[in-house]
């Protein structure tokens, strides 16, 4: 036998990427980011379809289903077809008529949108690309759509579908017409022991639930927490919030400490400390209505509210899931205080305050609480390793005396303390509208405090070239797609 | 020796070729007139060394499933001797060495490719087309996209021909239905314009939720039989009457391309830009998916006959795959043999 005559060609003695050009090393990133893309999305929705046909299978065979069972075999395959078919359609902005801008952050803007092809109502979240990119947002973009295409829970708002175009990134969220926690709390100010059990349950059994997907959600504040139609909390945004397996990234953080402090209409607070740690008292009502005043533009804000934020977030000493406690605590506080415990008029002074809480954190004298509330809220705002949940997750918490007879597992089926009042299905009287820029469009980039940028979005100066948006190198996979039985 | 096996090759696509003759007066699909004055109709292969010359089926005829006859090649020939009749050159291209034939996914690529059983057989092939156009769009990019000085990896000069190999090139037709030779890149132009449009086609390629249907289930009593007579895959789920055979030609373009992108650019630039591996999953994925949709006839796989063998030989193909039943066990094994892996 000549084995000489089945040879095969040599392999060059080595890769030479840098051989090509810059569009072929471009395009080289693209394929190899997609393939490995399209084979991760693959395999999941492969298993999810089998289980789903295992499961029609089973249900099938249960002798009570009887004469239903065509319609059951019926439905079944026309809901995998719709999902195909909604897989192959092409996502973009003009599929939706905007109707109100309902929400915004920096990055961010919500809007009521209404979908053409099903005329139904949902909230589509808008990222700008140019500021992910100049600011280096890109894993907390990532870590929102993970965290939400990730989950199936009641307690965190549904995620149907991520896209893109040259400019942006959307996500089309379940549109939760009930507003969020920060703006009951700027209505009532404050809530009473028994309400704000109420709340103080429903967000553990939210939290508790991205803890349990791996996720730590780092934001927990109260615009973050929505409401839904019958008053129920949904956990959102969770651009912050992070898988556990990865780095701990405090740079974000570390970041913002180093900047110099804000220039301050009120220079002699700048340093001095000792001022701001009285300012909060009964004596200084007027500062905590200007506070209150602020709130909401705060949220609007490149770096929004530090307030609820644990301390070792900010130190860079390592974090886990229980720096969401702290920021729980931080929120049941103010439910029944009024202010989040280290309220200021400025962000620079509140990461302070959080820094050195052994000394800041302190209870109003002519504010009175439970003994078991003011229990629990210090065993929350406290060292992370003494900190109620560290070692017994949410169960610790939920064991407190604060919440003696509460059926946590009930919750979402007891009737909510304040159910929204709703006309039709785009109401919008939950939501601040009236302090949001309305255009037609998304407004382009983000915005200043004030608020005043609310023209048509124009071209972007993203340069890419013609290609489709979800192709774009830094986004890629974004794209997201969920099998929903009853989504059209 | 190789004489012999060209003959049984020759009977082999003797079978599919009278599906092929019975519809050569047909017209070919309407397709857009382009810019070039080409009619895109991307259905002709040029066999240059090969007397045989095959058109493509418009209509989705029985493919060919004979064991029998593969038994026979595989009964009295060595793989050394179906290799050879493969006549391919030599030294073997880098990608029919088994070191360099691996994956970026690990496990059963069917289950990828596997149509739920709920789910109606026409809404399961858009589906696939869709997919696998967009897999094989990230690597046509690469060898078509043109840098700042106006140069491709893939131009006039590395490729004149639409080729896979030395034995095969393909055509495409003009607007007097002629085939005409094109170079590569210009050839991969049309056919991504004439592909996209297909797939853009909400007549073809239906994304309105409200017509779907779903595949009935025989075994529950009341389901209405399917009315007899003018039936056609994907009928019931709102698709044309020339749906399958659209889709068909949709994947023999992307088999053509896959096997100019393996026998012209798979060391250039593919290797050398760490992409062999993803190259070699999504055709592996494209070629189980395409078999078992009965999508591409084994005649057609021919350029890529030798990794097709290969990848059923060392376990990549599940044995109970069209793939499988399509691949040559004993040129697998040699090739193996031969990369010092069996
Ligand atoms: N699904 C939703 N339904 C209703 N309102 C929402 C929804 N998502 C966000 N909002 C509103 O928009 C605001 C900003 O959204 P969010 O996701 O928190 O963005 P950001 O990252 O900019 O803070 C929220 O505080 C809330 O009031
Ligand atoms: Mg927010
Ligand atoms: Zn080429």
Redesign the interface.
Known sequence: MI?D????????PQ???E???????N??K???Q???A??KD??RR??E??E??LD?ERR?EDPAVG?R??QL??L???S???Y??????KEELSNYIPIKTIGKGYFGEVKLVRKK??GKVYALKRLAKTEMVSHEQLPRVRAERDALAESDSEWVVKLYTTFQDSTSLYLLMEYLPGGDLMALLIKYQIFSEDITRFYAAEMIMAIEAIHNLGFIHRDIKPDNILIDREGHVKLADFGLSKGFSKSHDHSYYRELLQKPAPPNNKPANRNSVNLDEIALTVSNRAQINEWRRSRRLMAYSAVGTPDYIAPELFTGQGYSFEIDWWSLGAIIYECLVGWPPFASDNSYDTYRKIVNWRQTFFFPDDVYLHPNAAHLIRSLICDASSRLGSRGGAAEIKAHPFFAGVDFNSLRRIEAPFRPHLESDEDTSCFPVDELPQGEGFSNGPTNTNGTNGHQATASNFQE?E?TPE?CLPFIGYTFKRFEKTF? | MSNLFSGINARLRGATAKHADKDKDSKPPASPTTKDGFLASPISVKKSKSSSNLVVSTKLPPLPTSPSLSQTISLSATGEEILASYRLPKPYPLWLNANYAKHIVKGNFMTLSARPKVVEQGEWIAHQVVEHWRNLWNFIQVVYAKEQDGKSICNINTCPKMSAGPNHSYTWLNSRYEPIELPAHEYMQLMQRWISGKIDDQKLFPTDPQTVSYAPNPSIANTTLLTGGDEWIGKRSGFPKDFASICQTIFLQMFRVYAHLYWAHFVDPFYHLNLEKQLNSCFCHFILTATTLDMLKPSALEPMQPLIDLWAANGTFPPDSKAYEYANLKAGNRLLQLAGLA
């Not at chain 1, 051989?19 to 090393?25: I, S």
């Not at chain 1, 195909?84 to 359609?89: I, N, V």
């Open positions: 084995m005559n089945f040879e095969f060609a040599p392999a060059p890769r030479c990427p051989a090509y050009g810059p569009r072929a090393n395009n080289q693209r394929c190899f997609l393939a490995q399209f084979f693959g395999v492969a298993r379809r089998n789903r046909q029609l099938l004469p069972r065509e075999w019926k079944g395959g026309m995998e077809a719709k195909l078919r909604f897989l192959r359609t092809q099903d070239e290609v192709m059209m």
